[in-house]
């Protein structure tokens, strides 16, 4: 009956050594109020000085996300009184954003969409603050560390689809080395404008924004809760109002902070402080060849070209570190669906179990392309894989030495495999019997072959000569 139309405006901390527009450190303390400056405190007489490390990583996103760059770069003062920014104002960008006209293309339940940007400006991010029954607590530690703000159009229409698209944004940001981008420490944030229309309508319906969600996971529950909620004041003859809210993930449901009859007047003036700042050709240029092949691009040639599907490509792509590792393996090996079963399987599951990422590990994409080459070779089985795997995990050995260590190396020899098999059906005269009766006694059979080598014998060797010995 409803169409759902969602925007997001995302907010990502960018990486540098200092902050956007003053000398302070620009890094995660757990110390309050142990970076900071007299810029960032708004003292009088202060001059900001825009930081160069931060323009550059937000033009290499703005290129990445497909944008135009502007000619020249110009900042505003936006505004308002409340003590997340001391000033009484935040350094941003109004009329010549970072980007313009951009768009992003994700990939949902095996269906391209393009995503289009409608802009992306560089800004100051705001003091963190923790509020209680009676007082709350200011952390500047985070106020003026530099700040990307992406808004979409609003062309999203599932949750789903909000969360592929904060998950390519995400890793756009890895990809590009941009910003860290952990949710877990604030870094990736955004606000979520959700409205329904009638299927057939032309006009959007009113937007509802939602503000300030820090995980994934919450913005498709708050995108469900909040269409939910939407559909039934629609369905019982109510109006939506145009609003802020805020999710709580406890009780999953979204609650009121403030109406919003009208757009809020930031009274946005240039800063007088900040020069516009010519933005080169050459140096656009030059930004643009290191941008890495990015995310979709590597999905579209793991999917179509080696034949990977969807779900393992998406995890493999979701970070630049796995892809890479990944693509080392696959050069070393022309094994390309082997190496993803191993690395998207058993490989992450040690990881997860150790709470690493894929280079904190030992293990290296030659150590595995060496274990799965003994395995495509017959020397190992994939049980036996899954052990070596473990322990090359563990101790950083290479596979080989690993499987002589343990006493690992597969019997595949025709000759010695049928010598064995002679011998226990000899041992077992009533299982040839049983077998020429039409019984189903193959597969145990071949499980005593398994307990007499301890488990050595090549499986696909013993199947064949063990076939050709019980039809003689």
Same mark, same amino acid.
């Given at each position: 009956?409803?169409?759902?139309?969602?925007?997001?405006?995302?907010?990502?901390?960018?990486?540098?050594?200092?902050?956007?527009?003053?000398?302070?450190?620009?890094?995660?303390?757990? #110390?309050?109020?142990?970076?900071?400056?007299?810029?960032?405190?708004?003292?009088?007489?202060?001059? %900001?000085?825009?930081?160069?490390?931060?323009?550059?990583?937000?033009?290499?996103?703005?290129?990445?996300?497909?944008?135009?760059?502007?000619?020249?770069?110009?900042?505003?003062?936006?505004?308002?009184?409340?003590?997340?920014?001391?000033?009484?104002?935040?350094?941003?960008?109004?009329?010549?954003?970072?980007?313009?006209?951009?768009?992003? $293309?994700?990939?949902?339940?095996?269906?391209?969409?393009?995503?289009?940007?409608?802009?992306?400006?560089?800004?100051?991010?705001?003091?963190? $603050?923790?509020?209680?029954?009676?007082?709350?607590?200011?952390?500047?530690?985070?106020?003026?560390? %530099?700040?990307?703000?992406?808004?979409?159009?609003?062309? +999203?229409?599932?949750?789903?689809?909000? &969360?592929?698209?904060?998950?390519?944004?995400?890793?756009?940001? +890895?990809?590009?080395?941009?910003?860290?981008?952990?949710?877990?420490?604030?870094? #990736?944030?955004?606000?979520?404008?959700?409205?329904?229309?009638?299927?057939?309508?032309?006009?959007?319906?009113?937007?509802?924004?939602?503000?300030?969600?820090?995980?994934?996971?919450?913005?498709?529950?708050?995108?469900?809760?909040?269409?939910?909620?939407?559909?039934? &004041? +629609?369905?019982?003859?109510?109006?939506?109002?145009?609003?802020?809210?805020?999710?709580?993930?406890?009780?999953?449901?979204?609650?009121?902070?403030?109406?919003?009859?009208?757009?809020?007047?930031?009274?946005?003036?240039?800063?007088?402080?900040? %020069?516009?700042? *010519?933005?080169?050709?050459?140096?656009?240029?030059?930004? *643009?060849?290191?941008?890495?092949?990015?995310?979709?691009?590597?999905?579209s040639t793991y999917t179509k070209e080696y034949g990977i599907n969807?779900?393992?490509?998406?995890?493999?792509?979701?970070?630049?570190?796995?892809?890479?590792?990944?693509?080392?393996?696959?050069?070393?090996?022309?094994?390309?669906?082997?190496?993803?079963?191993?690395?998207?399987?058993?490989? $992450?599951?040690?990881?997860?179990?150790?709470?690493?990422?894929?280079?904190?590990?030992?293990?290296? %994409?030659?150590?595995?392309?060496?274990?799965?080459? +003994?395995?495509?070779?017959?020397?190992?089985?994939?049980?036996?894989?899954?052990? &070596?795997?473990?322990? $090359?995990?563990?101790?950083?050995?290479?596979?080989?030495?690993?499987?002589?260590?343990?006493?690992?190396?597969?019997?595949?020899?025709?000759?010695?495999?049928?010598?064995?098999?002679?011998?226990?059906?000899?041992?077992?005269?009533?299982?040839?019997?049983?077998?020429?009766?039409?019984?189903?006694?193959?597969?145990?059979?071949?499980?005593?072959?398994?307990?007499?080598?301890?488990?050595?014998?090549?499986?696909?060797?013993?199947? *064949?000569?063990?076939?050709?010995?019980?039809?003689?």
């Open positions: 009956m409803y169409k759902t139309v969602i925007g997001l405006e995302v907010h990502c901390e960018l990486k540098s050594n200092s902050k956007n527009f003053s000398s302070a450190r620009n890094g995660f303390s757990d #110390i309050p109020n142990s970076n900071v400056s007299v810029v960032d405190m708004g003292m009088p007489g202060i001059l %900001p000085v825009v930081n160069k490390e931060a323009v550059r990583n937000s033009i290499k996103m703005a290129l990445a996300m497909n944008c135009e760059i502007p000619k020249y770069l110009t900042f505003e003062r936006k505004n308002y009184f409340y003590p997340d920014l001391p000033k009484g104002y935040q350094i941003t960008q109004f009329k010549h954003p970072i980007g313009t006209n951009g768009y992003v $293309m994700i990939n949902v339940n095996g269906e391209d969409k393009k995503v289009l940007i409608h802009d992306t400006h560089l800004e100051e991010d705001t003091t963190s $603050m923790d509020h209680y029954n009676d007082y709350s607590l200011l952390d500047y530690n985070r106020c003026g560390v %530099p700040l990307l703000e992406t808004v979409t159009e609003p062309c +999203l229409n599932s949750a789903d689809e909000a &969360v592929a698209f904060l998950e390519g944004l995400r890793s756009i940001f +890895l990809y590009t080395d941009t910003s860290y981008a952990r949710s877990d420490k604030g870094q #990736i944030r955004c606000d979520v404008n959700v409205s329904l229309m009638k299927e057939d309508a032309t006009e959007l319906g009113t937007k509802v924004e939602i503000k300030n969600i820090n995980s994934f996971s919450s913005v498709k529950a708050a995108i469900l809760c909040e269409v939910a909620r939407q559909t039934e &004041v +629609l369905n019982s003859g109510g109006i939506i109002l145009q609003e802020t809210r805020r999710y709580d993930e406890t009780l999953n449901q979204t609650f009121t902070m403030r109406s919003k009859e009208d757009a809020i007047d930031y009274r946005y003036f240039t800063d007088p402080n900040l %020069p516009p700042i *010519k933005i080169e050709d050459d140096w656009v240029n030059e930004i *643009k060849r290191e941008i890495p092949k990015l995310h979709n691009e590597r999905f969807p779900k393992d490509a998406n995890t493999i792509v979701r970070e630049k570190k796995v892809s890479d590792f990944y693509e080392a393996c696959v050069a070393l090996l022309n094994e390309p669906v082997l190496i993803s079963n191993w690395l998207t399987g058993d490989v $992450m599951k040690y990881l997860n179990r150790d709470s690493l990422s894929i280079e904190e590990s030992k293990l290296t %994409p030659k150590m595995l392309a060496d274990l799965i080459r +003994l395995i495509t070779l017959g020397k190992i089985n994939g049980k036996q894989g899954k052990e &070596v795997l473990e322990k $090359m995990m563990d101790t950083g050995k290479e596979a080989d030495v690993l499987v002589s260590e343990l006493g690992m190396t597969q019997i595949s020899d025709e000759s010695e495999i049928r010598k064995i098999i002679s011998n226990i059906l000899l041992e077992n005269k009533n299982l040839i019997e049983d077998y020429k009766n039409g019984k189903n006694v193959f597969g145990y059979i071949v499980g005593l072959i398994m307990k007499n080598t301890g488990g050595k014998a090549n499986p696909v060797v013993t199947s *064949k000569v063990l076939k050709e010995e019980l039809d003689k």
